[in-house]
């Protein structure tokens, strides 16, 4: 009894919400929320004209005339982002493969790949609109080009980090080099996949923007584009909105999955 | 007395013949073992002490079949090894348990590589949760279990498959001295049980003469067989045993046996 009247403290109630599930989604609102009111707040007291910057209450005021094409280029966008990623999730992982298994790969490819990932990825856009002119075909490259490297390196460090010990235990107990690797290389490689995914997915979704703003015309990225030459700023501001959750819906459906797959650590 | 142990356990006679290893590492050649030539009796418990470096993972190592001799072979009931096999349980000083796997599927492991049905599996291998204590735990990943009831699980994963030869490395060297003990009298109690043979590697002269029937000191540079000697503390052991005259001066005997090959390898950095 005596316990619970304690936990009922302002203080306590806080730390329970600090340690608690719920706390790890209502926590980021609220600041997102306070930061919504401290730029609504902002923009009136000092009087900052609309094409500067738009206060939220501006931004929101858009979406009846121009919430549905947003959502159409956010959909155009997703897609893009989605089909790169997978292409990056395919070859990434059959890189990291070869890197993580083969030194002959190791000593070849992989000084290939860095070198390669020096380059910044928005110098190849113009140059990717050459080729296959104006419109999803860039995007799609540019957001591959960007998510496979996070990918292809974490695999092959996931496979090259096995403890022998691991292994040796799996061969003295009769395992085959298939069960070895079904059974300590896979699941220990798990964990360096999953991370990789995370920061591909953002890398994919940062390229694909890339892409739309240089080469293209449709997605968010044509849409910011377009909304400041013709100086609709809160319009642009409702598009980079759109931007921000699609950003965070897609990292916590990685990071749900990281957490329902890798349960160990 | 003899001819009884003998009649007990039939499987798990291991001979070493001129057994000689060699590293080469930037075109130099380092000769880590030299012509060693051990027989270890069926059911025997041996233990392997000598001062870090001196080769002793080595030479289990290739007892286990993870290294090839440079020269000399390995037999185990007259079969040479050539390679690993569950005929020879392996236990590591750090558990080396799958981290994804609850104790039950990391002990069910070997079993199910040889393709047993999940009813005997589980037969089994709950019978030997039973026995270490950790049947309560059997649903419990590694990274919830202390470092005694991972090397716990790390014994038992070996022992399920009944092995004739249980290769021990320095298994009980990271766990804290109470621990270290208990596991050691538990280790006793098993092996009393089974009459496995077991080779124990250990550089703990108390923990060598309390668990062995025979200690193999190795000497440095190149690694070899310095001296054996048998231990003949009456069985079942316990902890007193560690404080009578006897095992004092055993103790005493084999400290300065091993206190000059450590020296000899403190030299040669
Ligand atoms: N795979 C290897 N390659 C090269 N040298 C090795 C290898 N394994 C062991 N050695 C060398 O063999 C010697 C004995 O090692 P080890 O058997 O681990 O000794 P101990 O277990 O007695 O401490 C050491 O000098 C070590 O450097
Ligand atoms: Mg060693």
Redesign the interface.
């Known amino acids: 009894m005596v316990l619970t009247e304690e936990l009922n403290t302002p203080q306590d109630r806080f730390g329970n919400l600090l340690n608690s599930k719920h706390g790890t989604y209502i926590l980021p609102l609220i600041t997102t929320l306070l930061l919504f009111i401290g730029w609504e707040l902002a923009v009136r007291l000092f009087s900052i004209p609309e094409f500067i910057l738009p206060a939220p209450s501006a931004i929101l005021a858009e979406i009846p005339q121009w919430g549905g094409a947003v959502a159409k280029n956010a959909w155009t966008t997703l897609v893009t982002t989605l089909l790169g990623f997978l292409a990056a999730l395919a070859l990434g992982v059959l890189l990291g493969f070869m890197i993580g298994y083969s030194k002959l790969a190791n000593l070849t490819i992989y000084p290939l790949l860095i070198g390669f990932n020096t380059i910044p990825k928005v110098a190849l856009v113009p140059l990717l609109s050459i080729w296959f002119g104006i419109g999803a075909v860039p995007a799609v490259i540019t957001a591959f080009l960007l998510a496979f490297f996070p990918i292809a390196v974490n695999v092959a460090i996931g496979l090259a980090t096995v403890?022998t010990?691991?292994q040796?235990?799996?061969?003295?107990?009769?395992?085959s080099r298939f069960?070895v690797f079904q059974?300590?290389g896979l699941?220990h490689t798990?964990p360096y996949l999953f991370a990789s995914l995370k920061v591909a997915i953002s890398q994919a979704f940062i390229g694909s923007v890339i892409a739309e703003t240089v080469a293209s015309n449709g997605g968010i990225g044509y849409v910011i584009l377009s909304a400041s030459s013709n100086f609709n700023v809160p319009l642009a501001f409702l598009a980079l909105l759109a931007l921000a959750v699609m950003g965070v819906i897609l990292y916590s459906f990685f990071m749900v999955l990281e957490k329902r797959f890798v349960?160990?650590? | 007395m003899l001819m009884q142990q003998v009649e007990q356990s039939v499987k798990g006679a291991v001979q070493i013949e001129g057994l000689s290893v060699s590293f080469h590492r930037q075109g130099r050649e380092n000769r880590v073992l030299e012509e060693i030539q051990l027989g270890i009796r069926p059911g025997e418990f041996a233990c392997l002490l000598g001062p870090s470096g001196c080769g002793k993972s080595t030479l289990l190592n290739l007892v286990?079949?993870?290294i090839k001799p440079t020269a000399g072979y390995v037999t185990v009931d007259q079969q040479p090894i050539t390679r690993?096999?569950?005929d020879?349980?392996?236990v590591?000083q750090?558990y080396?348990l799958?981290?994804?796997k609850t104790t039950f599927q990391n002990i069910e492991?070997?079993l199910k590589?040889?393709g047993l049905s999940k009813p005997s599996r589980r037969e089994l291998v709950d019978d030997y949760l039973n026995r270490v204590g950790l049947y309560k735990h059997r649903n419990s990943?590694?990274?919830q279990l202390s470092g005694g009831m991972q090397q716990r699980a790390s014994i038992v994963?070996a022992l399920v498959?009944s092995p004739s030869v249980l290769l021990m490395d320095e298994p009980f060297a990271a766990l804290d001295a109470q621990t270290r003990h208990m596991m050691q009298e538990l280790l006793l109690d098993i092996w009393e049980d089974l009459k496995t043979t077991v080779i124990f590697v250990t550089h703990d002269i108390e923990e060598a003469i309390f668990l062995g029937d025979r200690l193999y000191i190795m000497g440095v540079q190149p690694g070899h067989i310095k001296a054996e000697l048998p231990i003949r503390l009456s069985r079942p052991r316990h902890f007193d045993d560690t404080l009578s005259t006897e095992f004092i001066n055993l103790h005493r005997q084999v400290f300065e046996c091993i206190r000059e090959e450590t020296l000899k390898s403190m030299e040669a950095g």
């Open positions: 403890e010990e691991m040796d235990v799996l061969v003295s107990l009769g395992a069960e059974k300590v699941p798990m349960h160990w650590i | 286990a079949g993870f690993p096999g569950a020879r349980g392996f590591f750090q080396s799958l981290p994804w492991l070997g590589i040889r990943y590694p990274y994963r498959n």
